[in-house]
C-alpha cells in the first residue's frame, strides 16, 4: 500500500509551458514534503521541499503547493525547458523516523522543444 | 561536494548466486540507505543504518540482507539472488537530522 501517491506517470509538456506533478498522502503525521529529481543515469537529487506549515514555496521556475487539508501537494515548473526532461518524485516524511523518506511512484517529464 | 559512490553500474547474474553491492560516501554520513527503484513504485527502503554495525529493516527487507562495518561502507547482500530482484539499486545518505537524503548513481541489476 502506497502511502504516497502520485500522478501522472508520464508528463509531455512544450517549451515554455507548465508542468504539474501532483501527489496525495494518507499519513497526517508527514511533516516533510521534498521533491527529488532524477535525470537518466544519475541518481535523484532533492530539488525543493516544503513544511505543512506554509501553503507555497517558491524556487526560481520551481513551486510546490501544499493543501494540509486534502492531504496533497503538488509542483509547479513554470516556463518548463528541455533541460527540466527528468524523473520527478515526490516524498514524505516524519521528522522522528530517523529520516526515513516515503516516495511516491515518480513521474516521467518530457519538455518538448 | 558530498559523494555517494556505487561499486557497479550495471550488474548481470545468474538465479540463486550471492551478490554484494557496495556503497561509499565521502562525508561522514552517520546514516546510510539502500533502495530499490521500479517503475511506477518509485523508490522503497530496503535497509537503512543509522550507524557502524548498526540496521533496521525498510519496507521490503525479504531476501535482502546488509553490513556496515565501517562508517564510509554500506554494503547490500542477496543471498540468493531470484529475478523479481531484477531492479535499479540505489544507495543514500545523510547526515543524523538531516532531512536531505544523496544519492549514489545506482547500479542496474539483471538476475537471469
Known amino acids: 500500500q502506497q502511502q504516497v501517491k502520485q500522478s501522472p506517470q508520464s508528463l509531455i509538456v512544450q517549451k515554455g509551458g507548465i508542468s504539474i506533478i501532483n501527489c496525495a498522502y494518507e499519513n497526517t503525521a508527514f511533516d516533510y514534503f521534498p521533491w527529488y529529481q532524477q535525470f537518466p543515469g544519475k541518481g535523484p537529487a532533492l530539488l525543493i521541499a516544503i513544511r505543512p506549515d506554509v501553503s507555497e514555496k517558491k524556487e526560481g521556475r520551481f513551486t510546490i503547493s501544499f493543501n494540509k487539508s486534502a492531504k496533497q501537494f503538488s509542483l509547479h515548473i513554470m516556463d518548463s525547458q528541455p533541460g527540466d526532461s527528468a524523473t520527478y518524485f515526490c516524498?514524505?516524511?516524519?521528522?522522528?523516523?530517523?529520516?526515513?523518506?516515503?516516495f511516491g511512484g515518480g513521474t516521467r517529464l518530457m519538455v518538448k522543444p | 561536494d558530498v559523494k555517494v559512490t556505487q561499486s557497479s553500474r550495471y550488474l548481470v547474474k545468474r538465479t540463486g548466486e550471492k551478490v554484494f553491492l557496495e556503497c561509499v560516501q565521502d562525508?561522514?554520513?552517520?546514516?546510510m540507505f539502500w533502495y530499490r527503484q521500479d517503475p511506477g513504485l518509485g523508490l522503497r527502503l530496503i535497509y537503512f543504518?543509522?550507524?557502524?554495525?548498526?540496521?533496521e529493516k525498510g519496507d521490503i527487507p525479504e531476501g535482502y540482507s546488509v553490513s556496515r562495518e565501517k562508517k564510509e561502507r554500506f554494503s547490500l547482500i542477496l543471498e540468493s539472488a531470484s529475478t523479481n530482484q531484477t531492479s535499479m539499486y540505489l544507495c543514500?545518505?545523510?547526515?543524523?537530522?538531516?532531512?536531505?537524503?544523496?544519492f549514489g548513481p545506482g547500479t542496474r541489476l539483471l538476475v537471469l
Open positions: 543514500a545518505s545523510n547526515l543524523d537530522r538531516q532531512e536531505t537524503q544523496y
Open positions: 543504518s543509522y550507524d557502524v554495525k548498526m540496521k
Open positions: 562525508m561522514d554520513h552517520e546514516n
Open positions: 516524498a514524505a516524511t516524519l521528522n522522528n523516523a530517523g529520516n526515513m523518506l516515503t
